[in-house]
Each structure stands twice: as structure tokens, then as C-alpha cells.
């Protein structure tokens, strides 16, 4: 798609001119198109101007995609626990906030679930908190996720080295590359490496690849039934039901169910994403942070798109004085306005996205940096770019309405 | 050849056009009255300042004037609604400005098209017409390039053409020979003189330049703001 972009982008100018040519073996062209063709010959006729409109459209399309992008993606990594384990429903404690705030359930939840009508499967999940110590004797805080062994439901899709499989061997964890990444690398962390979590061996049996979280604790999988070893003991080890609902049934209606029958918080993957997503925003320093950051990026963005076309109409003002003597009606003139400025901020936006999509390919490339360029976000853009080149043409077709072409003879 | 029987195809009455307000305000026409007729080519001089070019805007119809009347081949201006006023004036007048005022990026065939692609004429018929009136003014060889790429008094032609294409029964010229040498300025106002010679056309030509006074037939000077004096231009050798 981004190619697509760039591709247009570059062939429009020759396009157009070809085109031109059609138009001008065709007599039958009526005029309409062929102020048009004046409009368009104006844009671009002048490259240096030309470029330096699009330079200024480019940049604040970049800046805005961009820094949009890293805003979703952290929000996306405050969603990361959630999605990693890709499950449909989470079953937990009402008064929960967020997916890292484990409120633990009694034991007998994972059956009233299972007894809810629509429920397909419901497994238990441990979540908790932990210290690891390596044989350097370093300590790490880790993220233990005990996964029931009968399915290992909720276990990463891809995995990177070993066999996920072979978490139910004897003291046997699966980390996440995040995991040996903080806690000093392969060379330090790898396959067959024994550490102990809680004074209880832990032996590295597979490396998976997940979503960097928030956070960015890592990751120790193991069993439900082994993470019980692991953790001190505690009265209720049972943090959140996974379930699914039966195919046909809405997702919606039996989380509704698992509410009113079981009394318990149930959410779908999203709204419980979208919880989560809503409390760092909310609580943590990235909402008032980031989202400033990436309103200035915006205003700032916006401004000099629509400071930049303005400033193009105003240094043509006196060109369309003189189309305006000599007949040229308001309405034309307006038209020819509007293109230009579609055209121009319909090729920056084009070249923005390219730049800022190549920057987050680079830099976002192995899941380091946070970038999720949304279509969401790129349609968002899209409309306020278009409505800043509305505005600031809007803008110049006023200046020019009140215009006295009387200019032109001076 | 000009009697003041034949109809005038500019009549103005009582122009008055100040600029500015309160302390800086100055009147630069002050009570104009002036008659163009069909068929003839009218010189307007003056000294510099004097308000000529002022003039020739309210006669376009581009700048509002505070007092007085301005018909336009039987056509008050004022009594028009500006988008009228604006497509009377593409399609009854044309323009030959102290400055060229081109557009940069368009050739000068292009140039000389915009007054009849304006005019909604396909864009192959308007080239074809504009390179014929480039013709006529002698650049018949540049009709493809760019404004920058032409000397001034070729850019002026250009001009010239471009007021000349969409063959407007009104000419309005602000020192159309300013830019030119002699033999072209020559050139030129013949053209615009075979304009003003036909009977349902006339041409209004501001100058200071003394060697082209003998293609107009009548002469108005324009001195602190009113037409002191009109005078028929005697045309031995050349009718
Ligand atoms: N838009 C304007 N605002 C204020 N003053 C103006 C404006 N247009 C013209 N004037 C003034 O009106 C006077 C007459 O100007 P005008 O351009 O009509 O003179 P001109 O006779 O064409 O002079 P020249 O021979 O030098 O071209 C000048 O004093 C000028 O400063
Ligand atoms: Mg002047």
C-alpha cells in the first residue's frame, strides 16, 4: 500500500501531463478542465515552490503518523499481557482494573465457569510476581505465568528456540526473548539454563517470542500446577479464568452470563485490553506525557501544513488577479484553489506516510520501539489534513473574493 | 473619421475614486467625463501619478469608484452583480497592463489561451487560436516557452496577444509600449490601431511615449484628476 503511495506520488506529475496531452488532442474538452489544467500548471510549474509546499505538507504528515504511532504502540504494549495469551474471555475479580493487578479468585471459579451455558472451555491462569535468581547471583524480577498443562491454553504462538512442549517436563520454564534479553542475553540466558525462582530450580527449556509489554518484566511460563511450587504459599493462587465461548454463541452474551450466574468480572479480550489500555492512560504519566507530545506534533504539524498553503495562494495572489480581470469568476477561482490544495495535500500526505512508515520499519524493527501505525490513525490524519487544506484554501478564496483586481494594473 | 454621432462604447459621467481615510485620503479622479467611441483609438496621457491607471481600472469594472456612472457598450457597470460584472468583462474587454503579469508556469501560447480557456473554449481550440495571434505579434518561434525565458518586450507581446485573443470589443492598455524598442512599439500599435479601426471595436491606450502619439485618434490628458483637454489627432500619411 505504502508503495502504491509512493508510486502514485511520483508518477503523477508525468501523469497529468499525459493526460494534458489527451485533453488537447480532444477538442470536444469543455472548459471545466481546462482551468483545471491552469490550476494544476500553476501548482507545479514552479518545482522549487512546488517542493517546498510538499516538503512542509510531508513533514507535518510525518510528524503526526509518526508520533501517532509510537503513542498506539505503548498503548499497544499496555495491552501486551492481554494479547499475548490471546484468549477470548478473561474471568477475574469484579473491582479489577487491570490486567497487572491480579486479584485472586477461589479455586471452585474455574468450574462455575466451565457450568455457565455457551462456555465452551474455561482453564485457569496463574499471574504473579516473582524474584529469579540467576546462578551469577543476580535477582530479576520476572512475571510467572502458569499455564494449564492438560491444553497449555494461552501459551505464545511462535517460539523462537526448544519446544513449548516441554514446559511439563520437571522444573522446566519457557521464557520470553524480552526475559533473556533483561536478564543479560543469550550468553547468559539461554536453553538449558538453570535458575531458581522462590529457592526451587527453574530449568530454561524453550525461548517464545511475545509482544514487548509495557512494562517490560519478563516473561517465565510455566505450568498452573507447578507455578503453585513455585509461588509462597497463599491461600488462593487462582488469578484469572480463561475461557471461550461456544462457536455461534455470542461472545458478548455469555460474558454477560458468566456476570450475572458466577458474580464474577468477565471481559472479552478487547474490552479487557481496552480497560487496561484506558488505566495507564489515565493513571500512569504517558496519557498527560505522550498525549501533549503528540497534540503539539499534531497543532504544530497542522499549522505549518496550512501555514505553508496559504502562504503559496498569497505569493499567487496576484496571479489570480489577473485571471480574475480577466473573467475568471470567483467560483472558478475558488475551484482551482481546491484542487491545488487537494492535490498537494493529497500527495504530501501520500509521502508523509511512505517516510514515517520506512521510519517505524527501521526503528521499530525486532519489536524495540513501540509503532503501531493504525488505519485508524492514518485515516484520522487523512480527514484533518484534508480539512486543513479546506481551511487554509478556504482561507486564500476569501482573501481573493475581497481581492481588487485593480492589482493587477499596479 | 471619428464625428460624436457614432455610439460610445465608454460613456463615464462625474467620476470620483478617492484612496485612504480621514487625514490621508487622497482623490485621485476627481469628477471624470470621458467618451470612447466605436472605431476609434483613444490616448489617455498625463503626468505620472496623475491617476491613469486608476482611471482605466474603474472603466474594467476592478475597482469600486465612490462617485459617478460607467456604461460599458450600453451597460451600466454598477447596475451589475460582481460575477456578471466579472464574466462581462471576459468576454467584452481585454487587457494590456503597465506590468505583464503572466503566469509564470504556463507558455506563452498557454498565456495567450487563458482568456478563452476562461471562456470555456476546449483547450486544443484556444492553442490553436492563441498560437495564431502569437503570430500576428511576431512570435510565432516562442510560442512554447516560459515567461522567464523571454525578453521583456517579447513578454510584452505575449501580453499583447493575450488581450488580443478572445477579440474583445473594449481594449484597455496601460503603456503597452513601455517595455518595447521602437520598431516593435511600432508594430504594436499598429495592430491595436487596426483594432480601434473597426467599427464595432475601439481601444484606450495610456502613454507617455510622444513617437506612437500619431496611431491614436484622439488624445485626453488627465491632470489633477479631471481631463483637461481632448484633441482630435490630425491623420495626414496615414489614413
Ligand atoms: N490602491 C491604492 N491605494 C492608495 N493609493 C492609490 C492606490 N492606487 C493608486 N493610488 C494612488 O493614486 C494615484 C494615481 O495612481 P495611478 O496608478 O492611477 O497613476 P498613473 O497615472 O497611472 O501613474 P503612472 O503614469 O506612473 O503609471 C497615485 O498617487 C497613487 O499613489
Ligand atoms: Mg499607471
Same mark, same amino acid.
Given at each position: 500500500m505504502i508503495g502504491?503511495?509512493?508510486?502514485?506520488?511520483?508518477i503523477?506529475?508525468?501523469c497529468?501531463?499525459?493526460i494534458?496531452?489527451e485533453?488537447?488532442?480532444?477538442?470536444s474538452?469543455?472548459g471545466d478542465?481546462?482551468v483545471?489544467?491552469?490550476?494544476?500548471?500553476?501548482?507545479?510549474?514552479?518545482r522549487a515552490k512546488?517542493?517546498?509546499l510538499?516538503?512542509?505538507?510531508?513533514f507535518?504528515?510525518?510528524?503526526?503518523?509518526q508520533q501517532?504511532s509510537?503513542?498506539w504502540?505503548?498503548?499497544m504494549?499496555?495491552?501486551a499481557?492481554i494479547?499475548?495469551l490471546?484468549?477470548p474471555?478473561?474471568?477475574?475479580?469484579p473491582?479489577?482494573?487491570?490486567?497487572?493487578?491480579?486479584?485472586p479468585?477461589a479455586?471452585?471459579?474455574?468450574?462455575?465457569?466451565?457450568?455457565?451455558?455457551?462456555v465452551?472451555?474455561?482453564v485457569?491462569?496463574?499471574?504473579?510476581l516473582?524474584?529469579a535468581?540467576?546462578?551469577t547471583?543476580?535477582?530479576?524480577?520476572?512475571?510467572l505465568?502458569?499455564?494449564?498443562?492438560?491444553?497449555?491454553?494461552g501459551?505464545?504462538?511462535?517460539v523462537?528456540?526448544?519446544?513449548f512442549?516441554?514446559i511439563?517436563?520437571p522444573?522446566?520454564?519457557?521464557?520470553?526473548q524480552?526475559?533473556?534479553?533483561?536478564?543479560?542475553?543469550?550468553?547468559?540466558?539461554?536453553?538449558?539454563?538453570i535458575f531458581?525462582?522462590?529457592?526451587?530450580?527453574?530449568?530454561?527449556?524453550a525461548?517464545?517470542?511475545?509482544?514487548?509489554?509495557?512494562?517490560?518484566?519478563?516473561?517465565?511460563?510455566?505450568?498452573?500446577e507447578?507455578a503453585?511450587?513455585?509461588?509462597?504459599?497463599?491461600r488462593?493462587?487462582?488469578?484469572?479464568?480463561?475461557?471461550?465461548?461456544?462457536?455461534g454463541?455470542?461472545?458478548?452474551?455469555v460474558?454477560q452470563r458468566?456476570r450475572t450466574?458466577?458474580?464474577?468480572?468477565?471481559?472479552?479480550?478487547?474490552?479487557?485490553?481496552?480497560?487496561?489500555?484506558?488505566w495507564v492512560l489515565v493513571?500512569?504519566?504517558i496519557?498527560?506525557?505522550?498525549?501533549?507530545?503528540?497534540l503539539?506534533?499534531?497543532i504544530?504539524g497542522?499549522a505549518?501544513a496550512g501555514?505553508?498553503?496559504?502562504?503559496?495562494?498569497?505569493?499567487?495572489?496576484?496571479q489570480f488577479?489577473?485571471?480574475?480581470?480577466?473573467?475568471?469568476s470567483?467560483?472558478?477561482?475558488s475551484?482551482?484553489?481546491?484542487?491545488?490544495?487537494?492535490?498537494?495535500?493529497?500527495?504530501g500526505y501520500?509521502?508523509?506516510?511512505?517516510?514515517a512508515?520506512?521510519?517505524?520499519?527501521l526503528?521499530?524493527?525486532?519489536?524495540n520501539?513501540?509503532?503501531a501505525e493504525?488505519?485508524?490513525l492514518?485515516?484520522l490524519?487523512?480527514?484533518a489534513?484534508?480539512?486543513i487544506?479546506?481551511?487554509s484554501?478556504s482561507?486564500s478564496?476569501?482573501?481573493l473574493?475581497?481581492?481588487?483586481?485593480?492589482?493587477?494594473?499596479r | 473619421m471619428?464625428?460624436?454621432?457614432?455610439?460610445?462604447a465608454?460613456?463615464a459621467?462625474?467620476i470620483?475614486k478617492?484612496f485612504?481615510s480621514g487625514?490621508?485620503?487622497?482623490?485621485?479622479?476627481?469628477?471624470?467625463d470621458l467618451?470612447?467611441?466605436?472605431?476609434?483609438?483613444?490616448?489617455?496621457?498625463g503626468e505620472?501619478?496623475?491617476?491613469?491607471?486608476?482611471l482605466?481600472?474603474?472603466i474594467?469594472?476592478?475597482?469600486?469608484?465612490?462617485?459617478?456612472?460607467? @456604461?460599458?457598450?450600453?451597460?451600466?457597470?454598477?447596475?451589475?452583480?460582481?460575477?456578471?460584472?466579472?464574466r462581462f468583462?471576459?468576454?467584452?474587454m481585454?487587457?494590456?497592463y503597465?506590468?505583464?503579469?503572466?503566469l509564470?508556469?504556463?507558455?506563452?501560447?498557454e498565456?495567450?489561451?487563458?482568456?478563452l480557456l476562461?471562456?470555456?473554449?476546449?483547450?486544443a481550440?484556444a492553442l490553436?487560436?492563441a498560437?495564431?495571434?502569437?503570430?500576428?505579434?511576431?512570435l510565432? @518561434?516562442r510560442?512554447e516557452f516560459l515567461?522567464?525565458n523571454?525578453?521583456?518586450?517579447?513578454q510584452?507581446?505575449?501580453?499583447?496577444?493575450r488581450a488580443?485573443?478572445?477579440?474583445?470589443?473594449?481594449?484597455?492598455c496601460?503603456e503597452p509600449?513601455?517595455?518595447?524598442d521602437?520598431?516593435?512599439?511600432?508594430?504594436?500599435?499598429?495592430l491595436?490601431r487596426?483594432v480601434?479601426?473597426?467599427?464595432?471595436?475601439?481601444?484606450?491606450v495610456v502613454?507617455? @511615449?510622444s513617437?506612437i502619439?500619431?496611431?491614436? @485618434?484622439?488624445?485626453?490628458?488627465?491632470?489633477?484628476?479631471r481631463?483637461?483637454?481632448?484633441?482630435?489627432?490630425s491623420?495626414?500619411?496615414?489614413?
Amino acid at each position: 500500500m505504502i508503495g502504491a503511495y509512493f508510486f502514485i506520488t511520483m508518477i503523477r506529475y508525468d501523469c497529468f501531463s499525459s493526460i494534458g496531452l489527451e485533453f488537447s488532442t480532444s477538442s470536444s474538452r469543455v472548459g471545466d478542465h481546462t482551468v483545471n489544467y491552469v490550476a494544476l500548471k500553476m501548482l507545479f510549474g514552479d518545482r522549487a515552490k512546488y517542493l517546498m509546499l510538499l516538503c512542509g505538507l510531508t513533514f507535518a504528515v510525518m510528524l503526526i503518523v509518526q508520533q501517532g504511532s509510537i503513542f498506539w504502540g505503548l498503548m499497544m504494549w499496555s495491552q501486551a499481557s492481554i494479547t499475548n495469551l490471546n484468549v477470548p474471555i478473561w474471568v477475574t475479580d469484579p473491582g479489577i482494573a487491570q490486567v497487572d493487578e491480579v486479584k485472586p479468585l477461589a479455586d471452585t471459579a474455574v468450574d462455575r465457569v466451565r457450568s455457565v451455558d455457551g462456555v465452551e472451555w474455561a482453564v485457569p491462569l496463574y499471574k504473579g510476581l516473582l524474584r529469579a535468581r540467576l546462578a551469577t547471583g543476580e535477582y530479576h524480577q520476572i512475571t510467572l505465568t502458569g499455564l494449564e498443562s492438560a491444553t497449555l491454553i494461552g501459551r505464545p504462538a511462535e517460539v523462537l528456540e526448544g519446544r513449548f512442549e516441554d514446559i511439563l517436563q520437571p522444573d522446566a520454564v519457557v521464557l520470553d526473548q524480552w526475559a533473556v534479553e533483561r536478564m543479560g542475553g543469550p550468553t547468559v540466558v539461554r536453553v538449558g539454563t538453570i535458575f531458581e525462582l522462590n529457592d526451587k530450580l527453574a530449568r530454561v527449556v524453550a525461548i517464545a517470542k511475545t509482544q514487548k509489554s509495557f512494562t517490560n518484566i519478563p516473561v517465565v511460563y510455566t505450568t498452573y500446577e507447578r507455578a503453585m511450587r513455585y509461588v509462597p504459599h497463599e491461600r488462593r493462587i487462582l488469578s484469572y479464568v480463561l475461557a471461550k465461548h461456544k462457536d455461534g454463541v455470542p461472545v458478548e452474551d455469555v460474558v454477560q452470563r458468566i456476570r450475572t450466574q458466577t458474580g464474577l468480572g468477565a471481559f472479552t479480550q478487547e474490552d479487557f485490553g481496552f480497560k487496561t489500555y484506558m488505566w495507564v492512560l489515565v493513571n500512569t504519566g504517558i496519557g498527560i506525557n505522550f498525549g501533549t507530545t503528540i497534540l503539539l506534533g499534531f497543532i504544530v504539524g497542522m499549522a505549518i501544513a496550512g501555514q505553508t498553503f496559504y502562504l503559496f495562494t498569497i505569493e499567487n495572489l496576484r496571479q489570480f488577479g489577473a485571471l480574475k480581470a480577466m473573467g475568471a469568476s470567483s467560483f472558478t477561482l475558488s475551484r482551482m484553489i481546491l484542487l491545488q490544495a487537494f492535490t498537494v495535500g493529497l500527495t504530501g500526505y501520500g509521502i508523509g506516510i511512505g517516510f514515517a512508515t520506512v521510519f517505524g520499519f527501521l526503528t521499530a524493527r525486532g519489536g524495540n520501539l513501540p509503532f503501531a501505525e493504525t488505519w485508524q490513525l492514518l485515516l484520522l490524519v487523512l480527514v484533518a489534513l484534508l480539512a486543513i487544506c479546506l481551511v487554509s484554501a478556504s482561507v486564500s478564496i476569501i482573501k481573493l473574493a475581497r481581492l481588487e483586481p485593480a492589482i493587477v494594473f499596479r | 473619421m471619428n464625428d460624436n454621432s457614432q455610439p460610445a462604447a465608454v460613456r463615464a459621467r462625474g467620476i470620483v475614486k478617492s484612496f485612504g481615510s480621514g487625514d490621508t485620503q487622497i482623490t485621485v479622479l476627481k469628477g471624470i467625463d470621458l467618451d470612447i467611441y466605436l472605431g476609434e483609438l483613444l490616448l489617455l496621457v498625463g503626468e505620472s501619478g496623475g491617476g491613469k491607471t486608476t482611471l482605466l481600472s474603474a472603466i474594467a469594472g476592478i475597482l469600486d469608484i465612490n462617485e459617478g456612472n460607467i @456604461d460599458v457598450l450600453g451597460v451600466p457597470l454598477s447596475a451589475l452583480p460582481a460575477n456578471k460584472r466579472t464574466r462581462f468583462r471576459g468576454q467584452t474587454m481585454g487587457f494590456i497592463y503597465q506590468q505583464f503579469n503572466l503566469l509564470p508556469a504556463l507558455t506563452a501560447a498557454e498565456n495567450v489561451a487563458v482568456p478563452l480557456l476562461i471562456q470555456k473554449v476546449g483547450r486544443a481550440e484556444a492553442l490553436r487560436r492563441a498560437r495564431v495571434m502569437l503570430n500576428r505579434v511576431g512570435l510565432a @518561434d516562442r510560442t512554447e516557452f516560459l515567461p522567464k525565458n523571454l525578453s521583456g518586450g517579447q513578454q510584452q507581446r505575449v501580453a499583447i496577444a493575450r488581450a488580443l485573443v478572445n477579440e474583445p470589443r473594449l481594449l484597455i492598455c496601460d503603456e503597452p509600449t513601455a517595455a518595447l524598442d521602437g520598431p516593435n512599439g511600432q508594430k504594436i500599435m499598429e495592430l491595436l490601431r487596426e483594432v480601434g479601426r473597426s467599427p464595432d471595436r475601439c481601444v484606450i491606450v495610456v502613454t507617455h @511615449d510622444s513617437r506612437i502619439f500619431h496611431f491614436g @485618434d484622439r488624445m485626453a490628458n488627465l491632470t489633477d484628476g479631471r481631463i483637461v483637454n481632448i484633441e482630435q489627432i490630425s491623420q495626414e500619411g496615414t489614413a
